[in-house]
Nanobody, 124 residues
Framework: QVQLVESGGGLAQAGGSLRLSCAAS????????MGWFRQTPGKEREFVGA????????YYADSVKGRFTISRVNAKNTVYLQMDSLKPEDTAVYYC?????????????????WGQGTQVTVTS
């Protein structure tokens, strides 16, 4: 069993930055691929990006490519989402998610474990 806890959300101005953290408890964090998703009211959960277990490979949605960066420190059981050049349309609840196996996925259905979410609000 893996528990995920996000932190670092809050309020930012357009063009600003925020860094989200996702701390994992439980064993074998390094063998999990990790993803970030976001959701706004009335919409489906949207893929933001994901990172393989090694931390070497990552993949991003077109909407955030070049602005967001995912990293992980397996020794700390933590994955990060660095968000730069924020836009008002980035406003959402952000979730981290974990899946067994070395390969990431852009589908939320592939992930077994989810955090509780953290709110990010970007003002213009």
């Amino acid at each position: 069993q893996v528990q995920l806890v996000e932190s670092g959300g809050g309020l930012a101005q357009a063009g600003g930055s925020l860094r989200l953290s996702c701390a994992a408890s439980g064993r074998s964090f390094s063998s999990y691929a990790m993803g970030w998703f976001r959701q706004t009211p009335g919409k489906e959960r949207e893929f933001v990006g994901a990172i393989a277990w090694s931390g070497i490979d990552s993949y991003y949605a077109d909407s955030v490519k070049g602005r967001f960066t995912i990293s992980r420190v397996n020794a700390k059981n933590t994955v990060y989402l660095q968000m730069d050049s924020l836009k008002p349309e980035d406003t959402a609840v952000y979730y981290c998610a974990g899946k067994r196996g070395t390969y990431y996925s852009s589908s939320p259905h592939a992930y077994e474990y989810w955090g509780q979410g953290t709110q990010v609000t970007v003002t213009s």
